[in-house]
């Protein structure tokens, strides 16, 4: 299968006026949380975070497919002591630009440091909102499925009457509340907490997500041959994992260091020799 990645160098507020309509599967990014990376991508102030980030997402409705899905990696910010509702406050202002929150993911950082401050305790999750712009969009379930293990067995020695009682699924799940409809399944479907350990190895960026994130998502929402976007690419994790799981990937990257960094890790595991050429005119690298 012959698939393309074109990395973009550029603010992404410019550079997706560049992608036609509806043709992107997945959007999955992680933008600068505000405040954050001050000494890199400036910082955003909490205050002005959604009228920053409204323009971009409005490119991004534009560019996604009706069955396609957006996922944003963000999080809050403590100030004066309480947190931000600058998280709050956007997904509401993106309702009314058109989009559907549809899910909420979190993400469990399995390896987080422990600490404390007067009033609270370190974060170890994250969210990941999934928006969409049609109630019906592409979701494959069957591939993120996880190992059943033995939890059936050892809860049906546990079983109350209630349990004994209720009643099968109504949605056509196959599942319901009775526990045991989950008897001799090798698999069952997650949950929507995802435990994953921070990166720990790549020291070229500031904020590195593991390659897993990526991954679970783009299983879950695309297809081989789909087009995963990330607006805000940092050193390219979304892009070289979508290549390797043979999904098209656009990057784009308004810091040339990184957009290089990224270059270099875009190596393509494809089943044909490929292309590459670097665009120097706009500085777009592209894999054809």
Same mark, same amino acid.
């Given at each position: 299968?012959?698939?393309?990645?074109?990395?973009?160098?550029?603010?992404?507020?410019?550079?997706?006026?560049?992608?036609?309509?509806?043709?992107?599967?997945?959007?999955?990014?992680?933008?600068?949380?505000?405040?954050?990376?001050? @000494?890199?991508?400036?910082?955003?102030?909490?205050?002005?975070?959604?009228?920053? +980030?409204?323009?971009?997402?409005?490119?991004?409705?534009?560019?996604?497919?009706?069955?396609?899905?957006?996922?944003?990696?963000?999080?809050?910010?403590?100030? =004066? #002591?309480?947190?931000?509702?600058?998280?709050?406050?956007?997904?509401?202002?993106?309702?009314? /630009? #058109?989009?559907?929150?549809?899910?909420?993911?979190?993400?469990?950082?399995? =390896?987080?440091?422990?600490?404390?401050?007067? @009033?609270?305790?370190?974060?170890?999750?994250?969210?990941?909102? /999934?928006? @969409?712009?049609?109630?019906?969009?592409?979701?494959? $379930?069957?591939?993120?499925?996880?190992?059943?293990?033995?939890?059936?067995?050892?809860?049906?020695?546990?079983?109350?009457?209630?349990?004994?009682?209720?009643?099968?699924?109504?949605?056509?799940? %196959? +599942?319901?509340?009775?526990?045991?409809?989950?008897?001799?399944?090798?698999?069952?479907?997650?949950? =929507?907490?995802?435990?994953?350990?921070?990166?720990?190895?790549?020291?070229?960026?500031?904020?590195?997500?593991?390659?897993?994130?990526?991954?679970?998502?783009?299983?879950?929402?695309?297809?081989? %041959?789909?087009?995963?976007?990330?607006? +805000?690419? #940092?050193?390219?994790?979304?892009?070289?994992?979508? /290549?390797?799981?043979?999904?098209?990937?656009?990057?784009?990257?308004?810091?040339?260091?990184?957009?290089?960094?990224? $270059? /270099?890790?875009?190596?393509?595991?494809?089943?044909?020799?490929? $292309?590459?050429?670097?665009?120097?005119?706009? #500085?777009?690298?592209?894999? =054809?």
């Amino acid at each position: 299968m012959k698939v393309e990645a074109k990395l973009l160098l550029g603010d992404c507020r410019e550079r997706l006026k560049e992608l036609p309509d509806n043709s992107i599967d997945l959007v999955f990014t992680s933008p600068p949380y505000a405040d954050s990376r001050a @000494n890199t991508y400036g910082g955003i102030r909490p205050d002005d975070y959604v009228e920053w +980030f409204l323009p971009i997402s409005a490119e991004l409705l534009r560019v996604l497919r009706p069955t396609g899905t957006f996922v944003l990696n963000i999080k809050e910010k403590v100030v =004066n #002591g309480e947190r931000h509702t600058y998280v709050i406050e956007l997904i509401l202002a993106m309702r009314k /630009q #058109g989009w559907l929150w549809t899910e909420e993911f979190i993400w469990h950082k399995k =390896n987080s440091y422990p600490g404390k401050w007067p @009033n609270r305790f370190r974060d170890s999750w994250e969210r990941l909102l /999934q928006f @969409n712009k049609s109630r019906k969009f592409h979701m494959y $379930q069957d591939e993120v499925m996880v190992p059943m293990g033995n939890w059936a067995e050892r809860r049906l020695k546990k079983l109350s009457e209630t349990d004994l009682t209720r009643d099968t699924s109504r949605v056509g799940s %196959g +599942f319901g509340k009775r526990v045991a409809n989950w008897i001799g399944r090798d698999k069952v479907y997650p949950t =929507n907490v995802l435990h994953l350990a921070t990166e720990t190895k790549n020291r070229n960026h500031s904020a590195v997500f593991p390659e897993d994130l990526p991954e679970w998502f783009i299983k879950l929402f695309t297809r081989p %041959g789909d087009w995963v976007l990330d607006p +805000f690419m #940092g050193s390219g994790t979304t892009v070289r994992v979508a /290549q390797q799981m043979k999904r098209n990937a656009i990057g784009i990257e308004i810091l040339p260091e990184y957009f290089h960094l990224a $270059q /270099q890790g875009v190596v393509p595991i494809l089943e044909e020799p490929l $292309q590459l050429a670097l665009l120097e005119e706009k #500085g777009d690298y592209e894999i =054809n």
